[in-house]
T-cell receptor, first 110, second 115 residues
Framework: DAKTTQPNSMESNEEEPVHLPCNHSTISGTDYIHWYRQLPSQGPEYVIHGLTSNVNNRMASLAIAEDRKSSTLILHRATLRDAAVYYC???????????WGLGTSLAVNP | NAGVMQNPRHLVRRRGQEARLRCSPM?????VYWYRQLPEEGLKFMVY????????ESGMPKERFSAEFPKEGPSILRIQQVVRGDSAAYFCASSLRGHSSYEQYFGPGTRLTVT
């Protein structure tokens, strides 16, 4: 299973954009890039996923490098409710299972 | 549309007892995944089931752990003769299709404490 590398922690101010990086240099052609987040004492929550093209949804944007060896999750205006651990995960085709790292713990300052 | 439901939310068992964790997937979802999370760690995949079938149990300990997803009713994760090391949060997730292009929706988890 291909691995991802994320910073342990990041900090942001409320209402400012946040860019959460993820390196996945061993990604294969069939790997999807998934982002989930987990608020304290809750189950993980799906954020966004993509394969090659950049993706946008109501929660965030996902920018994927042209060589796909890295990606960035963008929260356009951070709120206090966005404070969570953000996980970048690769999942290939019919592999289905998600392999989780330690993620990035995001703190949002008021 | 109810989300993924898990019960109980908290479960306390003495060493040697059995723990039964239940998961009801989202309506229309027939793919269920179980994960375990130890404190301060990421989730660890345990098992992936489709209705009446175990598809991938590569993350399940070989002994004491079993999972099922019957034709009717919730998915069950069973831990026999629990030990203190089984104390963890257990999450289940469901998806519409069994392909990594589909997102997984997670339940609130069951926090198992073994005394």
């Amino acid at each position: 299973d291909a691995k991802t590398t994320q910073p342990n922690s990041m900090e942001s101010n409320e209402e400012e954009p946040v860019h959460l990086p993820c390196n996945h240099s061993t990604i294969s052609g069939t790997d999807y890039i998934h982002w989930y987040r987990q608020l304290p004492s809750q189950g993980p929550e799906y954020v966004i996923h993509g394969l090659t093209s950049n993706v946008n949804n109501r929660m965030a944007s996902l920018a994927i490098a042209e060589d796909r060896k890295s990606s960035t999750l963008i929260l356009h205006r951070a709120t206090l409710r966005d404070a969570a651990v953000y996980y970048c995960i690769l999942s290939a085709g019919n592999n289905r299972k998600l392999i989780w790292g330690l993620g990035t713990s995001l703190a949002v300052n008021p | 549309n109810a989300g993924v439901m898990q019960n109980p939310r908290h479960l306390v068992r003495r060493r040697g007892q059995e723990a039964r964790l239940r998961c009801s997937p989202m309506k229309g979802h027939s793919h269920v995944y179980w994960y375990r999370q130890l404190p301060e760690e990421g989730l660890k995949f345990m098992v992936y089931l489709q209705k009446e079938n175990i598809i991938d149990e590569s993350g399940m300990p070989k002994e004491r752990f079993s999972a099922e997803f019957p034709k009717e009713g919730p998915s069950i994760l069973r831990i026999q003769q629990v030990v203190r090391g089984d104390s963890a949060a257990y999450f289940c997730a469901s998806s519409l299709r069994g392909h990594s292009s589909y997102e997984q929706y997670f339940g609130p988890g069951t926090r198992l404490t073994v005394t």
